[in-house]
């Protein structure tokens, strides 16, 4: 799932109202770092996506815990309870949310795909039409809620000094990086999207180069419009969004299933 979707369900999850206190502010950035960090040059998904902390680190930074807190919503959201399985599935053998709800989406993407000119086989069409999903909920929780992403920008704005020191940090600790490395990608979301900060513009206009981008199309003002529509087409048929943060929610208060250190590889898309 993506961040404003991740940020809910942990509001949710630690009976946070829109504004956290401020010692756990950070918390918020920790549980994004998966998809926020690969948005910068230099991160992928595949480095991001794995929880092997090493000896000492997850002692030393206690908060790592909401990394893999991420990484368990995300293998929810694609395989269901049952969790990802040692051997790969085809998209249409994934049992979680967005890949159920991403069923109901497939004709979308590939009627889009044709007017788009955009060569699209089947199996291919369910892998984007989960992404599909996942950008369509952001956007739902976006206008239905719109301090859910207020919480996260006040994250990366407002926290104390000492906790963004702790949380580059601990990031780089797990990662194997250097603090430098974990500063550096701070406006990366900036640099990825454009205007951040006007809600609006991001979870439609700024998500559709998520799409554009996995179908190789340029970033021009006709194919905006166009994935803009697709995302509004995939929302109207996505009627359950919140029952899905209310499902995770339920899943995560079980933390002894879930939050110890043991290592965790996530579905990186």
């Known amino acids: 799932m993506l961040t404003n979707c991740h940020t809910l369900i942990l509001r949710n999850l630690l009976d946070h109202g829109?504004?956290?206190?401020?010692?756990?502010?950070?918390?918020?950035?920790?549980?994004?770092?998966?998809?926020?960090?690969?948005?910068?040059?230099?991160?992928?998904?595949?480095?991001?996506?794995?929880?092997?902390?090493?000896?000492?680190?997850?002692?030393?930074?206690?908060?790592?815990?909401?990394?893999?807190?991420?990484?368990?919503?995300?293998?929810?959201?694609?395989?269901?309870?049952?969790?990802?399985?040692?051997?790969?599935?085809?998209?249409?053998?994934?049992?979680g949310y967005t890949y159920r709800r991403g069923a109901g989406i497939v004709p979308l993407m590939l009627e889009y795909a044709a007017e788009m000119e955009a060569p699209l086989n089947e199996a291919d069409a369910h892998y984007l039409a989960h992404i599909m999903v996942e950008i369509a909920v952001d956007y739902i929780i976006s206008a239905e809620d719109r301090s859910v992403p207020g919480t996260l920008r006040r994250a990366r704005t407002a926290i104390a000094p000492g906790l963004m020191a702790e949380f580059e940090e601990g990031i780089a600790a797990l990662y194997g990086r250097t603090r430098e490395e974990i500063t550096a990608?701070?406006?990366?979301?900036?640099?990825?999207?454009?205007?951040?900060?006007?809600?609006?513009?991001?979870?439609?206009?700024?998500?559709?180069?998520?799409?554009?981008?996995?179908?190789?199309?340029?970033?021009?003002?006709?194919?905006?419009?166009?994935?803009?529509?697709?995302?509004?087409?995939?929302?109207?048929?996505?009627?359950?969004?919140m029952d899905f943060v209310r499902d995770s929610v339920e899943m995560l208060a079980d933390r002894g299933a879930w939050a110890g250190g043991g290592a965790m590889v996530g579905e990186m898309e």
């Not at 401020?22 to 040059?41: C, R």
């Not at 991420?70 to 049992?95: R, T």
């Not at 809600?199 to 166009?226: H, M, Q, S, W």
Request: aromatic share 10%; charged share 30%.
């Open 185 to 241: 990608t701070h406006d990366a979301a900036e640099r990825f999207y454009g205007d951040v900060d006007d809600i609006d513009f991001l979870y439609l206009d700024g998500r559709t180069r998520i799409i554009l981008r996995k179908l190789r199309l340029p970033f021009i003002d006709e194919n905006v419009a166009r994935t803009r529509r697709l995302i509004l087409d995939s929302a109207a048929r996505i009627p359950d969004a």
């Open 18 to 95: 829109p504004d956290p206190p401020p010692g756990e502010q950070d918390l918020y950035l920790y549980n994004v770092a998966p998809d926020h960090l690969p948005l910068a040059d230099g991160f992928c998904s595949r480095e991001t996506h794995r929880f092997d902390p090493p000896p000492g680190a997850l002692e030393r930074y206690p908060k790592l815990i909401w990394v893999k807190c991420h990484l368990v919503v995300d293998n929810f959201c694609h395989y269901g309870p049952g969790g990802k399985p040692a051997g790969g599935l085809s998209p249409a053998e994934k049992e």
